[in-house]
Antibody, heavy 120, light 110 residues
Framework: EVQLLDSGGGLVQPGGSLRLSCAVSGFTFSSYAMSWVRQTPGKGLEWVSSISGAGGTRDYADFVRGRFTVSRDNSKNTLYLQMNSLRAEDTALYYC?????????????WGQGTLVTVSS | QSALTQPASVSGSPGQSITISCTGITSDVGGYNFVSWYQQHPGKAPKLLIYEVSDRPSGVSNRFSGSKLGNTASLTISGLQAEDEADYYCSLYTSRINVIFGGGTKLTVL
């Protein structure tokens, strides 16, 4: 059974940092692209970042490029999102999501989400 | 920045069919159409219903179907059931824009 378990969310002040993790099981992690997608009540779903199976290709949405870094440890079956210089508008529920192939053209499994709140 | 437009809400009675539109679809290099549809119940993660315009993952009911005409993709739900009441999102991937989502459509089963 495919499982994705997001963690690492919390309350952080503007300008602060947070690292999200996504531990996966039930599939060969290194064979699939993985992504982070966030959701806010006001803006709905937003794609944040993706990383290829081997980790050599990383893509970012314009609104996080230069502030967020996606990475993965295939030996630990874990995906990460390092978030720096956080802003109030980054407040959202963050999901990790699996692609059904090597490119993130769609997302066939999602984590349960981890809530990030940026506020002073 | 490209945008996908969905109706904010749709409704239907049990047993009826409804269609949710998603406008603003463009094709990827090579003519590929990476349109997906997701269902999200309150407090739950999105669930993939349709990928590549009209393909269904295993386990998804055949009451859900997808299509595309011009720059508009559509999700049709036939034989509406109470459990179909949820939010529905379309998404598009192209190598130029990466992934964008529609604003979501709230389906109410009357």
């Amino acid at each position: 059974e495919v499982q994705l378990l997001d963690s690492g969310g919390g309350l952080v002040q503007p300008g602060g940092s947070l690292r999200l993790s996504c531990a996966v099981s039930g599939f060969t992690f290194s064979s699939y692209a993985m992504s982070w997608v966030r959701q806010t009540p006001g803006k709905g779903l937003e794609w944040v970042s993706s990383i290829s199976g081997a980790g050599g290709t990383r893509d970012y949405a314009d609104f996080v490029r230069g502030r967020f870094t996606v990475s993965r440890d295939n030996s630990k079956n874990t995906l990460y999102l390092q978030m720096n210089s956080l802003r109030a508008e980054d407040t959202a529920l963050y999901y990790c999501a699996k692609a059904p192939r090597g490119v993130h053209v769609t997302f066939d499994y999602w984590g349960q989400g981890t809530l990030v709140t940026v506020s002073s | 920045q490209s945008a996908l437009t969905q109706p904010a809400s749709v409704s239907g009675s049990p047993g009826q069919s409804i269609t949710i539109s998603c406008t603003g679809i463009t094709s990827d290099v090579g003519g590929y159409n990476f349109v997906s549809w997701y269902q999200q119940h309150p407090g739950k993660a999105p669930k993939l219903l349709i990928y590549e315009v009209s393909d269904r993952p295993s386990g998804v009911s055949n009451r859900f179907s997808g299509s595309k005409l011009g720059n508009t993709a559509s999700l049709t739900i036939s034989g509406l059931q109470a459990e179909d009441e949820a939010d529905y999102y379309c998404s598009l991937y192209t190598s130029r824009i990466n992934v964008i989502f529609g604003g979501g459509t709230k389906l109410t089963v009357l």
